[in-house]
């Protein structure tokens, strides 16, 4: 499995609706994850979900952004060819003035190798 290293000008955005359904995804987010936009758009956000990522570290996104607060953490998702690839994300809360439910909107940088370290080291300790 071939790790891809984001560039340091890479910002990966998405947004998904309450239910975690992708709503909108730019360019360098369907770059990375070997998606197209059109196959995206109305999956869930787990179809970049890495297997080593732990269940708990979801449950606190999910947790804290339900509960209205900005969530920060380190993510490695899957590519679509096999490959992963890790992030730096901030999660936000927002509300959809057209559906008038919860959305919340996912930015991503690229993380340094001893934070990648740091979050595997962390994430070993968690099921």
Request: hydrophobic content about 35%.
């Amino acid at each position: 499995m071939q790790e891809y290293v984001l560039k340091n000008d890479d910002f990966l955005v998405s947004q998904t609706d309450e239910k975690g359904k992708i709503l909108f995804a730019n360019d360098d987010f369907c770059k990375v994850a070997g998606y197209t936009l059109d196959e995206l758009v109305g999956q869930p956000h787990s179809i970049v979900r890495h297997k080593d990522m732990p269940r708990a570290a979801f449950k606190d996104l999910w947790d804290t952004a339900k509960s209205g607060k900005v969530w920060t953490g380190y993510v490695k998702n899957a590519i679509k060819n096999g490959g992963y690839y890790w992030v730096y994300a901030t999660v936000y809360p927002m509300y959809d003035a057209v559906t008038q439910k919860q959305a919340f909107m996912s930015c991503r940088r690229k993380p340094s190798k001893e934070e990648i370290a740091d979050a595997e080291a962390l994430y070993k300790t968690l099921s």
